[in-house]
């Protein structure tokens, strides 16, 4: 996958990480965009890991559900480390 593409698939995962989880997350595009990178190498490495399956390329679903729960993860962590309370 590209870079653009990882940038993109990132972007749209963080997006949807922050729609799928409870409560009010601050952060305008900028830091979606790097949530949802840094949740897209997160579940890349989870899902190394543990089923052996890894980010291939940009319309793979499984693709897209990795960076989709690598996104969940860090963004519960993040909450976690922050302290945000559910609003």
Known sequence: ????????????????????LPGKQNGGWF???????VGAVVGGWIGSLLFNAKIESFW??????????GSIVVLLIYGAITG????
Request: glycine share 12%; no cysteine; hydrophobic share 70%.
């Open 84 to 87: 945000r309370k559910k609003a």
């Open 31 to 37: 830091a979606t965009l790097i949530l949802g990178v």
């Open 1 to 20: 996958m590209g870079f653009f593409a990882f940038l993109i698939l990132g972007l749209i995962a963080g997006a949807i990480a922050k729609a799928i």
């Open 60 to 69: 793979n679903l499984g693709s897209w559900a990795l960076a989709i729960v």
